[in-house]
């Protein structure tokens, strides 16, 4: 059973930065895949970024250059750095484990364990 667990969100200015973090247990040994995925009110879930074993990244076109998606050495905890955030990236932010080989945020099939997720908040 895979439990993960995210931090780090809050509430900022339009501009400002946060840090998610998402810690996982369990077995995620042979997990391939980790990703970040949001949902805003009203809209559907939508990937963010997400990160193989290998270290390629991937990212959603508007988070690019602002966002980065990043792991731990032992792979259990997976990180977000939010730079330059604007109004449309408020949302609640979830970790996530892939189920397979295929590693894209704009897979969302891909993936099978969530966590509970924590909330981001921005404001201009």
């Known amino acids: 059973q895979v439990q993960l667990r995210e931090s780090g969100g809050g509430s900022v200015q339009a501009g400002g930065s946060l840090r998610l973090s998402c810690t996982a247990s369990?077995?995620?040994?042979?997990?391939?895949?980790m990703g970040w995925f949001r949902q805003a009110p009203g809209k559907q879930r939508e990937g963010v970024a997400t990160?193989?074993?290998?270290?390629?990244?991937t990212y959603l076109d508007s988070v690019k250059n602002r966002f980065t998606i990043s792991q731990d050495n032992a792979k259990t905890t997976l990180y977000l750095q939010m730079n330059n955030l604007k109004d449309e990236d408020t949302a609640r932010y979830h970790c996530?484990?892939?189920?397979?080989?295929?590693?894209?945020?704009?897979?969302?099939?891909?993936?099978?364990?969530w966590g509970q997720g924590t909330q981001v908040t921005v404001s201009s």
């Open positions: 996530t484990v892939g189920l397979g080989w295929v590693c894209s945020p704009l897979r969302p099939t891909e993936f099978g364990y």
């Open positions: 369990g077995y995620i040994a042979s997990s391939y895949c």
């Open positions: 990160i193989d074993r290998n270290g390629k990244t």
